[in-house]
């Protein structure tokens, strides 16, 4: 099995920056992709930020230029530096990785527990 763990949510001000972190962990021979995904109340869960397994990275119109998502392959770890939030990036994100856990299987989407942003004056 593979587990992740999210860290770094919280309160912050509007055009304030915050820091999210994802650490996978267990059975993981390599992971194609790596991403956060976020749900505000009452919405349905979207992707905010994926980076694969080349580098390459895809990230919403709504996060563009705002936020970033750096990746430490070393680590198994993926982190969401978020920049100049807005009310509307309040929602819970969680972290989800794509991962091939024995050589030959398909690689299937894992996910973390989610941790809360809250962005508010």
């Known amino acids: 099995q593979v587990q992740l763990v999210e860290s770094g949510g919280g309160l912050v001000q509007p055009g304030g920056s915050l820091r999210l972190s994802c650490a996978a962990s267990?059975?993981?021979?390599?992971?194609?992709?790596m991403g956060w995904y976020r749900q505000g109340a009452g919405k349905q869960r979207e992707c905010g930020a994926t980076?694969?397994?080349?580098?390459?990275?895809n990230c919403a119109d709504s996060v563009k230029g705002r936020f970033t998502i750096p990746r430490d392959n070393a680590k198994n770890a993926v982190y969401l530096q978020m920049n100049s939030l807005k009310p509307e990036d309040t929602a819970v994100y969680y972290c989800?990785?794509?991962?091939?856990?024995?050589?030959?299987?398909?690689?299937?989407?894992?996910w973390g527990q989610g941790t809360q942003v809250t962005v508010s004056s």
């Open positions: 989800k990785a794509t991962v091939i856990t024995v050589v030959g299987d398909n690689p299937r989407g894992y």
């Open positions: 267990g059975s993981i021979f390599s992971i194609n992709a």
């Open positions: 980076i694969f397994k080349s580098g390459s990275t």
